[in-house]
């Protein structure tokens, strides 16, 4: 079955997840980090079609907001693996429907991939935070967000308005709200639009906010987070 190449998100399909909506998205490949599993014989699901195979590449933060919904409000089991196949869904373009229906190792090494580009970015718990003054990124490929063009985000040690901003958005407690915090966050610090935040791929978006809450951990001890 062939596939559509991966265009950017339009503004309105990132933030309608946010106010909230669904709507399906995609994004340019990434070069290297692409991972194409050949499915052999072809996947073939009843009134949805053939796929021959798995394209995947780096979800951006939409992506993950996306998968963070459909966790819901309790992380179970259940409710993780739903939104790894809904992830890996999402990011190739395939119907849930028929990824559901793949051999389990098969989604389980897609699920390995697309997860860690965020793993391998994130701080490691016995990692010190890096808190100098200023904090840059750089976007090879620039993201198109609000009739703009964005090819790099500077970022500097938070202030309390901002904390704020932040506790208020992570006040419910879920995976979805954790994730909203860090996104409002990081849209506070950099003066980016939302629409920009949340099509950044989600390694860089991790750096961004690592950096901006390692300020949260390395203050004096006050009882709270």
């Known amino acids: 079955m062939s596939h559509r190449r991966h265009t950017q998100p339009t503004d309105e399909e990132v933030l309608a997840i946010v106010i909230p909506a669904g709507s399906e998205d995609e994004q340019e490949d990434d070069g290297d980090d692409t991972l194409v599993i050949d499915l052999n014989p072809p996947l073939e699901v009843k009134k949805t079609g053939t796929f021959e195979e798995l ?6 933060v939409y992506h993950v907001l996306c ?13 993780v693996y739903n939104s790894q ?20 190792t098969i989604l389980d ?9 965020e793993e391998n970015a ?11 003054p200023s904090f840059s990124l750089t976007f090879p490929d620039p993201i198109e967000a609000t ?4 090819s790099d985000m500077t970022l500097r040690e938070p202030t309390v308005r901002e904390r704020r901003i932040m506790k208020a958005a992570e006040s419910r407690g879920t995976p ?16 980016w639009p ?5 099509k950044m791929p989600i390694s860089k978006f991790a750096r961004a906010a690592d950096y901006l809450t390692g300020f949260f951990l390395s203050g004096p001890a006050t009882g709270n987070g």
């Open 55 to 60: 394209r995947l590449h780096e979800p951006n």
């Open 67 to 79: 998968a963070a919904q459909a966790m819901g409000r309790q992380i179970t089991p259940e409710s």
């Open 85 to 104: 196949i809904g992830l890996v869904a999402r990011i190739s373009g395939v119907p849930e429907r028929a990824i559901i229906e793949l051999a389990t």
């Open 109 to 117: 090494r897609a699920v390995v991939f697309v997860t860690g580009f």
């Open 122 to 132: 994130r701080r490691k718990p016995d990692e010190e935070p890096d808190t100098s």
């Open 147 to 150: 009739g703009r063009t964005f």
């Open 176 to 191: 979805e709200a954790f994730l909203q915090a860090e996104i409002a966050l990081v849209e506070a610090v950099s003066g």
């Open 194 to 198: 939302r629409a920009a935040v949340l």
